[in-house]
């Protein structure tokens, strides 16, 4: 479960809603980015990727939208369910995966699904 | 099955004591990490190894000593812990190369000292 006293932004919805989470980043050189999911008592799970020659891409009921020119990323859950409750992360980096280049993760926003 | 597995998920151990956390990969990946999460969920990368070679080693205290016999494990042995040790422990691999390629996560160690 989560710590006590644990403040991260918190997003409430109702089952069926549509989520929209938001993440700055904060490197303009970065051209790959990542949206994670953390369940409780477990490590971070892969959801959807984009490079930074898109602006969007959709995957199985989610949607992650890239704004490169303010640094900016979003994804979108679509018709929201218990198993959405978790923690969601973005990450950053510049590819290839190797030397130097390592992923950089982003605070984490609660989801919190209201049956 | 499990794709990158750590042990222990559990570990409770006195200020002072030495303790090790492995890490095992069975996806073929070249290159493994270790992350600390803190209490308020922020993951910060503390070593990569790529093929059994530091790669990352961010202003890690000295008392954490990273090690890869093979490019399929990468342990963490920790000296003389101290109680801003606790957190949870975070493995993960990942292909290198131009391609698209995320990380694999383990599920974690939660480290708590006493």
């Known amino acids: 479960g989560e710590s006590v006293g644990l403040h991260l932004p918190t997003l409430s919805v109702q089952e069926g809603d549509n989520s929209i989470i938001n993440c700055a980043y904060s490197?303009?050189?970065?051209?790959?980015f990542i949206w994670y999911k953390q369940e409780s008592g477990k490590g971070p799970q892969f959801i959807i990727d984009?490079?930074?020659?898109?602006d969007k891409r959709q995957g199985q009921r989610v949607t992650v939208l890239l704004n490169k020119t303010v640094k900016h990323l979003s994804l979108q859950i679509a018709a929201t369910q218990p198993g959405d409750s978790a923690v969601y992360f973005c990450?950053?980096?510049?590819?290839?995966?190797?030397?130097?280049?390592?992923?950089?993760f982003g605070k984490g926003n609660q989801v919190v699904v209201i049956p | 099955d499990t794709a990158v597995s750590q042990t222990p998920k559990y570990l409770v151990t006195q200020m002072g004591n030495d303790k090790s956390i492995k890490c095992e990969q069975n996806?073929?990946?070249?290159?493994m990490y270790w992350y600390k999460q803190d209490s308020k969920k922020f993951l910060k990368i503390m070593f990569s190894?790529?093929?059994?070679?530091?790669?990352i080693n961010e202003t890690v205290p000295n008392r954490f000593s990273p090690k890869s016999p093979d490019k399929a494990h990468l342990n963490l042995h920790i000296n003389s812990l101290e109680l801003g040790d606790s957190a949870v422990y975070f493995c993960?691999?990942?292909?290198?190369?131009?391609?698209?390629?995320?990380?694999?996560f383990g599920s974690g160690t939660r480290l708590t000292v006493v």
């Open positions: 990450a950053e980096t510049s590819l290839p995966l190797y030397g130097n280049n390592r992923l950089a």
């Open positions: 190894y790529n093929n059994k070679e530091l790669i």
């Open positions: 996806l073929g990946h070249d290159t």
């Open positions: 993960a691999s990942s292909h290198s190369g131009a391609g698209r390629s995320g990380y694999t």
């Open positions: 490197n303009s050189a970065s051209d790959y």
């Open positions: 984009i490079r930074s020659n898109m």
